[in-house]
């Protein structure tokens, strides 16, 4: 695995309608994507915007809530002596480190085992902007299943160091080892890790339990959004999840993304859906494929009523004015 060697391959084709507004980030720092950068990634800048930022006061805080919601020997349990990427942001309990984002990702594990894996065989994951691994890496140590991670380069080159350091007798897929722009089921079969940009192709025999996207979809494009959710829908079990954890509102790519105009099809049902742990204006919706109608359509009209509060006032008067002109 060459990891310089994937990235460089994946950004020399980059397609650059997967990069909205919102990630044009990454372009300010391309001199730092380097081999030797990566041990520092999580202090270096290489990690702002897929790194959550917390105080001290905030981290703990935070942490004994997540004790208090679970239990100290489930957090304690899900936590790492490794500290991957040398963030400064942490606190330790004993030889285990712990930081801000790291306990969301407990958190959203524990939901994960309670309405997805004891439910079902999760064979195969894919996580949809995955970041730096961190979920990916909480999920793998505890469920052996192949695992996909879809991201753009930056990340994926972030996800690739993390996450072969927490497993280094783990296989990884990388770009460099894809010839073309597809990846089929005799090459997952050999791998634990596949990481790749979301211009490279899964083959449409390749059947996914559990798809995976916390708070990224939020800072797409819609169209790239409606791209994800054909793959999706494409690509889901039949009695596959999809966990989604993104914010009722958001435009920092330019216009309105609503979490409740997401295009998900009619063939959902609702497992679970309420407003996501200790953020508020991010909401939590787990669904399963179903055959039949499902009841997504209901779901996604009372998870727009509850987003209003969170529409900007001036954002609210002209969406009711683009209502009103294209009635």
């Known amino acids: 695995m060459d990891i310089i060697k994937a990235f460089e391959k994946s950004m020399g084709k980059y397609e650059s309608i997967q990069k909205s507004k919102h990630w044009q980030k990454f372009d300010a720092r391309k001199h730092l994507y380097t081999l030797e950068n990566l041990e520092n990634f999580r202090n270096n800048k290489l990690s702002d ?56 990702h407990i958190k959203w594990l524990h939901e994960l085992e309670t309405f997805v894996f004891s439910k079902i065989k999760v064979n195969y994951i894919c996580e949809i902007g995955g970041g730096y691994g961190s979920l990916a890496q909480k999920i793998r140590s505890k469920h052996a299943c192949k695992y996909v991670l879809i991201d753009l380069p930056e990340a994926n080159l972030l996800s690739s160091y993390y996450l072969s350091k927490h497993f ?19 090459q997952i079969e050999k791998y634990d890790f596949i990481i790749i940009p979301p211009w490279y192709k899964i083959e449409e025999d390749i059947k996914i339990d559990l798809f995976i996207n916390t708070r990224s979809m939020m800072e797409m494009n819609f169209g790239v959004i409606q791209k994800y959710f054909d793959f999706i829908q494409t690509h889901i079990a039949n009695d596959g999840f999809f966990l989604n954890i993104n914010r009722y509102y958001k435009s920092s790519v330019g216009h309105p ?59 609210n008067l002209l969406r009711r004015i683009l209502n009103v002109l294209f009635q």
Do not use: M
Not at 64 to 84: A, F, H, P, R
């Open 168 to 186: 280094p007798n783990l296989k990884f897929l990388l770009c460099d080892e894809i010839r073309g722009k597809s990846v089929d089921k005799k």
């Open 257 to 315: 993304i609503e979490l409740s105009k997401y295009p998900y099809d009619e063939k959902w049902k609702v497992v679970s859906s309420e407003p996501s742990w200790r953020q508020y204006d991010i909401h939590q919706l787990i669904t399963q494929r179903c055959r039949d109608r499902g009841n997504i359509k209901e779901e996604l009209s009372k998870i727009g009523e509850r987003g209003k509060t969170f529409i900007p006032k001036k954002a």
């Open 49 to 104: 915007g897929l790194d959550d930022r917390y105080s001290s006061g905030e981290q703990k805080e935070i942490f004994q809530d997540l004790v208090t919601e679970l239990g100290e020997e489930y957090v304690l349990s899900n936590l790492t002596d490794k500290n991957i990427g040398n963030s400064l942001n942490y606190f330790k309990v004993g030889n285990l480190f712990i930081d801000g984002g790291q306990n969301f």
